[in-house]
């Protein structure tokens, strides 16, 4: 009899190895013989190397070799974009030309012996530019862009500008969000190891196969040739989607002195080499009939992105579908400035858009007089209006009304300013969130073993939110053993092949294919063991049994429209005197589909909330427009929310919803909606507890006062 094992809140099968430190990351593989790396970047934003001298860093103690564009092997750099890549533009060719594109670019690699020679020899590097005028910033690039000209991301539906004039009710304003930076605790690292024409890397990355088909491209050497091993990652939140130049210049490095090469970047590396959230700015306009129906929407977004690669992110996608209305038009325009290319960062596109549009549904709820939650339900769609498609599932309803009550959202006085606790003003703001409920096409492997034990394996990514824990119980309720009798391996290209881990695609596609698989190798070792359960089975067969699978989507995203819905409650205090705040609880309700293990889905949304925070009242990256520099490219002065930043109470509700279409398992991505619409909840509750409306992120004291 199959026990369920799929809904229960397991504990992580890995955390005693990532408590104890006997987890394995990128940077800490023991490779015989390996020697370090360092980066030299540039310090101007655009123009070319005038001179470059590195006989002094080449006399340093220790120090094997430098390489800069004048001696460094020209690489075959052949087409490859995976699916995180750009798909217009080219990506940067390190140490092929003397052309400098952005800030921080490399510009010489340094090799040594130690990490301490090889990072002292590259403060030894004497570098001449010239200079060339540069777009750093980001107001005066939005200056240049033609007025008035179509996109190709342009979409509309009826007619948005005339529906918007005749509305009794308008709301008409711009949202500002800064560029935030990737944090996350592990620093990105790659060690590179050639054995002839084969290489091997030991890297951080959030998916092994397109790390190995980048390389190979760069190399020009055959894909089944590179290996990656990734088994641990510890935190990335987009920015490991990609092979960053570091990764290239590992593996150069390695097959320039013939020995394993380690290079970790620095915190201050992080914010010039592995992507970031793009600095946006967003035009919104609502109009609505004084009862509440919206009768237009006209949501404008542009972002910056890099001179060489036009990065695009879901920036408006929301606002088609989101709230019911018969006129909508979105444009989506990019502002090209001399910064290496933005990446996904958590809840890309959607977190930004959201914050934009559900500030803009708060200014209307304001306007016409009505609660916030009553609008937006007034405004609930029947079908996807964008697409002209049924949700597969869509539990916005029960998601507003199970969050309000858990909240408490009928006591909320509707006046700004009229709630306080001492010389605290106490806000109550609500959002709406959605995410796309994506899926790859997945392979998985299940070996099971005489002793009634199984391993069982795919090529996937776990950079934080259960992967090793989530799959294993798939695979124990499938193949019908106790969870301890069932291995999940993951983290290397050797595996069979994962998309890529990001855009909460991972549980819906890797755990279709470990499902798919369990499920045939339990009917084929219970066929041929003649027995009602797999451990009897394969005592009798006495032989280790193998099944692969490939799995992949239908035609189900042309008969339905997929997204997971979520609202988001929270309550902040506002120091009147100082402007400080405070988020006191935050309640959310997700709308998700099948919970496969609630301990680790409550841990991913409290995560985003935290995310949240940080975008609403922290984050920032502040940059010098005279170059392009990062000045607060550290931990001391780039504020992220800590445990003392933590609301006393972070709710989280998952209502109960049945999704037949999505996926077999039922599932909806849960790491991106969780941060979507944190930011908005925050700011509404802000303007709910002071009467300001601040519309560019990160609401900070000064703003306030």
């Known amino acids: 009899m199959t026990v369920a094992i799929i809904?229960?809140?397991?504990?992580?099968?890995?955390?005693?190895?990532?408590?104890?430190?006997?987890?394995?990351?990128?940077?800490?593989?023991?490779?015989?013989?390996?020697?370090?790396?360092?980066?030299?970047?540039?310090?101007?934003?655009?123009?070319?190397?005038?001179?470059?001298?590195?006989?002094?860093?080449?006399?340093?103690?220790?120090?094997?070799?430098?390489?800069?564009?004048?001696?460094?092997?020209?690489?075959?750099?052949?087409?490859?974009?995976?699916?995180?890549?750009?798909?217009?533009?080219?990506?940067?060719?390190?140490?092929?030309?003397?052309?400098?594109?952005?800030?921080?670019?490399?510009?010489?690699?340094?090799?040594?012996?130690?990490?301490?020679?090889?990072?002292?020899?590259?403060?030894?590097?004497?570098?001449?530019?010239?200079?060339?005028?540069?777009?750093?910033?980001?107001?005066?690039a939005q200056a240049t862009l033609p007025k008035g000209d179509a996109s190709q991301w342009e979409v509309r539906?009826?007619?948005?500008?005339?529906?918007?004039?005749?509305?009794?009710?308008?709301?008409?304003?711009?949202?500002?969000?800064?560029?935030?930076?990737?944090?996350?605790?592990?620093?990105?690292?790659?060690?590179?190891?050639?054995?002839?024409?084969?290489?091997?890397?030991?890297?951080?990355?959030?998916?092994?196969?397109?790390?190995?088909?980048?390389?190979?491209?760069?190399?020009?050497?055959?894909?089944?040739?590179?290996?990656?091993?990734?088994?641990?990652?510890?935190?990335?939140?987009?920015?490991?989607?990609?092979?960053?130049?570091?990764?290239?210049?590992?593996?150069?490095?390695?097959?320039?002195?013939?020995?394993?090469?380690?290079?970790?970047?620095?915190?201050?590396?992080?914010?010039?080499?592995?992507?970031?959230?793009?600095?946006?700015?967003?035009?919104?306009?609502?109009?609505?009939?004084?009862?509440?129906?919206?009768?237009?929407?006209?949501?404008?977004?542009?972002?910056?992105?890099?001179?060489?690669?036009?990065?695009?992110?879901?920036?408006?996608?929301?606002?088609?579908?989101?709230?019911?209305?018969?006129?909508?038009?979105?444009?989506?325009?990019?502002?090209?400035?001399?910064?290496?290319?933005?990446?996904y960062m958590r809840a890309p596109g959607e977190a930004s858009g959201i914050f934009a549009l559900e500030s803009a549904m708060d200014e209307l709820a304001v306007a016409l007089k009505i609660d916030p939650v009553e609008l937006r339900l007034r405004n609930e769609p029947e079908h996807d209006e964008y697409q002209n498609l049924p949700f597969s599932s869509r539990s916005t309803r029960e998601c507003y009304e199970a969050a309000a009550k858990r909240f408490g959202w009928g006591q909320r006085s509707p006046e700004p300013g009229s709630m306080r606790d001492g010389s605290w003003l106490i806000g109550w703001g609500m959002a709406s969130a959605t995410y796309g409920a994506g899926r790859a096409p997945a392979s998985a492997?299940?070996?099971?073993?005489?002793?009634?034990?199984?391993?069982?394996?795919s090529a996937a990514s776990d950079m934080g939110p259960g992967t090793w824990t989530s799959m294993t119980q798939v695979a124990a309720e499938t193949l019908g053993l106790p969870i301890e009798r069932v291995k999940f391996i993951l983290g290397d290209t050797k595996l069979p092949r994962a998309p890529v881990h990001g855009g909460s695609i991972t549980m819906a596609s890797v755990g279709s294919a470990v499902q798919a698989v369990c499920r045939k190798a339990r009917e084929d070792v219970l066929a041929r063991g003649r027995a009602n359960d797999v451990a009897a089975a394969m005592e009798r067969i006495g032989q280790t049994v193998e099944t692969t699978v490939n799995v992949a989507p239908g035609d189900e995203t042309k008969q339905f429209s997929m997204h997971g819905f979520g609202a988001l409650f929270a309550e902040v205090a506002v120091d009147q005197d100082l402007g400080e705040t405070r988020v006191r609880r935050i309640v959310g309700a997700y709308g998700v589909g099948r919970i496969v293990n609630p301990k680790l889905a409550r841990s991913q949304c409290i995560g985003g909330m935290m995310g949240g925070?940080?975008?609403?009242?922290?984050?920032?990256?502040?940059?010098?427009?005279?170059?392009?520099?990062?000045?607060?490219?550290?931990?001391?002065?780039?504020?992220?929310?800590?445990?003392?930043?933590?609301?006393?109470?972070?709710?989280?509700?998952?209502?109960?919803?049945?999704?037949?279409?999505?996926?077999?398992?039922?599932?909806?991505?849960?790491?991106e909606i969780a941060m979507v619409g944190v930011a908005p909840a925050i700011a509404n509750a802000i303007f709910h507890a002071t009467g300001k409306r601040i519309r560019a992120l990160p609401v900070t004291p000064d703003k306030l006062i």
């Open 445 to 457: 492997m299940a070996r099971l073993l005489p002793d009634g034990t199984a391993e069982v394996t």
């Open 157 to 343: 539906r009826g007619n948005p500008e005339n529906a918007l004039a005749q509305a009794a009710v308008k709301v008409d304003q711009t949202y500002v969000i800064p560029r935030e930076n990737h944090n996350p605790i592990e620093l990105h690292a790659t060690i590179a190891a050639w054995d002839g024409d084969h290489l091997t890397l030991w890297d951080k990355t959030q998916w092994v196969h397109n790390t190995a088909e980048e390389l190979a491209a760069v190399f020009g050497v055959p894909a089944a040739n590179v290996r990656v091993i990734s088994p641990f990652v510890g935190g990335a939140f987009g920015s490991g989607l990609r092979a960053w130049p570091h990764v290239t210049l590992a593996a150069l490095g390695a097959r320039v002195v013939g020995r394993p090469v380690k290079l970790m970047l620095s915190r201050r590396d992080m914010y010039y080499g592995v992507g970031f959230r793009p600095h946006t700015v967003q035009h919104v306009a609502l109009g609505a009939s004084r009862d509440g129906d919206l009768q237009a929407i006209l949501h404008e977004g542009e972002q910056e992105t890099s001179t060489y690669e036009e990065y695009t992110e879901a920036l408006l996608d929301a606002s088609r579908f989101l709230h019911s209305c018969p006129n909508v038009y979105t444009r989506h325009r990019l502002l090209p400035t001399n910064v290496h290319t933005p990446t």
């Open 613 to 671: 925070i940080g975008m609403a009242l922290m984050e920032h990256s502040v940059v010098d427009t005279r170059n392009g520099r990062v000045v607060n490219a550290n931990l001391a002065e780039y504020a992220l929310p800590v445990h003392a930043d933590a609301p006393p109470l972070m709710d989280v509700i998952f209502v109960d919803e049945h999704d037949p279409h999505v996926n077999p398992l039922g599932v909806k991505g849960l790491g």
């Open 7 to 140: 809904g229960k809140p397991v504990s992580r099968v890995d955390g005693r190895q990532k408590v104890s430190g006997s987890a394995t990351y990128s940077a800490e593989f023991q490779v015989p013989a390996f020697v370090h790396a360092a980066v030299v970047r540039s310090k101007i934003a655009k123009g070319r190397i005038a001179s470059i001298d590195a006989a002094e860093a080449e006399q340093a103690p220790g120090v094997m070799a430098v390489l800069t564009h004048r001696n460094a092997p020209r690489l075959a750099y052949q087409a490859h974009k995976g699916a995180p890549d750009p798909a217009t533009g080219e990506r940067l060719h390190v140490l092929q030309d003397a052309r400098v594109s952005h800030q921080g670019q490399p510009i010489a690699l340094v090799i040594a012996d130690t990490l301490e020679e090889a990072v002292h020899a590259a403060t030894l590097v004497n570098v001449s530019y010239r200079p060339e005028p540069a777009a750093t910033d980001v107001s005066a």
